[in-house]
């Protein structure tokens, strides 16, 4: 059975959803920025901005870059990001990625691409990139416009003049607002402002394991978290270099142990040297941290402080071939952030499916099934051992490309950084965004 029909059936086991793989592998065709950048169609009315959905079921807020529904940020936001349902339900407004799998044609055809060209062209016209001047909000719309452009890049042949269109007026926009590598670098640590805040627990609730929590010390040097590595290449590979982050993002892997730091240490080397089956260590936790790329002015990839998700998993108890398993989700806001309210983080019940998914429902017409927290972790992680459930040790599922086994390796942040900058530069998505900037000077 492949892995991504086993997580299939994992998942629908769970009664949730849209579990399967990309599986394309495409090549990015030659690129020509279009000799015109002008769009004649009138925006249409559609553009305008509600705060809320017709129903009334469902809170939108589309004001997230400036409290003027109808400012152009907002605007050229929500027309890559919005989704409706055939009831009139919007989402994306809140999504960390844009809801845009590989089938959806979205953008591409009809009023929606007519839409996106008038206003990207209208930002280019009037300079929309001076509207704005704070650098976190420049870097957070950055990361949006960047991931639209990943997904173009990332799709067929199909669809390729209009494909282009956008690619050439996104790859425009992400350089107008690039910050330089010093205002990256002084970002605000929003995961830092989110332990301050003490809005959410600062360690596992034994008596309320519902309750989610954020270590204090998870990205400190030195602390009982340790973060792991490996010799040749990123060490969450598949959240890397799959849809929907395509390398935009460096995936940190934390792991900590009853005993602290130095048991964590030598557990790490017993799993290197003996490679055991099985470990029986309850308590022990395992943490996957997003972080953000950004690009700078100079057209490098920086890694920035921002955090853009954290899931947790605590081991309540280990047996010889049973983890039980807690699984918590907290997840970038922008209206938050912007507003300084904890980091911008949330805890996550449930969400849309994008990481290992390609159906779009909206497209299809279906009803949007957002996936409760726990059935998306379980889908790859639950079941077996603790050693099995650490995909980055085990590969159970997600074998590396030359089937061997990896050598964990304690690393910094910063390293895992480079090693993910370096994936990405060979990538196609980064080379179709290098060729139209190459075109801009």
């Known amino acids: ?73 907002n605007r050229l936001f929500r027309q890559l990001y919005r989704r409706t349902t055939n009831d009139g339900r919007e989402y994306g407004w809140n999504s960390l990625d844009p809801l845009l799998w590989y089938d959806t044609t979205y953008l591409l055809e009809g009023s929606s691409h007519q839409q996106a060209m008038s206003v990207l062209d209208k930002f280019l016209a009037t300079k929309g990139e001076n509207l704005i001047t704070d650098p976190l909000q420049r870097a957070i719309f950055q990361r949006d416009m960047w991931a639209v452009f990943d997904w173009l890049t990332s799709r067929s042949d199909t669809y390729s003049a209009q494909r282009q269109e956008l690619q050439w007026r996104l790859a425009q926009v992400i350089r107008k607002v690039a910050l330089t590598e010093e205002e990256i670098l002084s970002l605000p640590n929003n995961y830092e402002a989110a332990v301050k805040s003490k809005a959410f627990a600062p360690k596992y609730q034994s008596q309320t394991p519902d309750i989610g929590f954020l270590p204090a010390d998870l990205l400190r040097p030195d602390s009982d978290w340790v973060c792991l590595g490996r010799e040749g290449g990123p060490i969450a590979m598949t959240h890397t270099e799959e849809f929907p982050s395509y390398g935009r993002s460096v995936f940190l892997v934390f792991i900590r142990v009853p005993g602290g730091r130095e048991a964590t240490l030598k557990m790490l080397q017993e799993l290197n040297e003996q490679r055991p089956l099985t470990l029986q260590l309850a308590d022990t936790e395992v943490a996957l941290v997003r972080r953000a790329m950004l690009i700078n002015d100079q057209g490098d990839i920086t890694p920035s402080p921002i955090t853009e998700l954290v899931q947790i998993r605590h081991f309540e108890y280990v047996g010889v071939s049973f983890a039980s398993q807690n699984f918590y989700e907290f997840q970038l806001n922008r209206a938050s952030l912007f507003a300084g309210a904890a980091g911008g983080f949330q805890q996550l019940a449930k969400e849309v499916m994008l990481f290992r998914s390609h159906d779009d429902v909206f497209q299809a017409g279906l009803s949007v099934g957002e996936v409760l927290i726990p059935g998306i972790c379980a889908g790859c992680h639950a079941g077996g051992t603790l050693t099995l459930s650490i995909l980055s040790y085990s590969r159970w599922r997600f074998p590396l490309p030359d089937q061997g086994s990896p050598v964990l390796i304690q690393i910094t942040p910063d390293l895992e950084a480079r090693t993910v900058i370096t994936w990405k530069q060979k990538h196609q998505t980064w080379q179709a965004l290098e060729t139209f900037t190459n075109k801009l000077h």
């Open 1 to 73: 059975m492949k892995a991504c029909d086993f997580i299939a059936l994992v998942i629908s086991i769970l009664l949730v959803s849209c579990t399967a793989n990309v599986g394309q592998s495409e090549t990015t065709p030659g690129i020509q920025p279009p000799t015109s950048t002008t769009v004649t169609t009138q925006e249409a009315s559609s553009t305008d901005i509600p705060t809320s959905t017709p129903n009334g079921l469902n809170e939108v807020r589309w004001n997230i870059y400036a409290p003027d529904p109808q400012h152009l940020w």
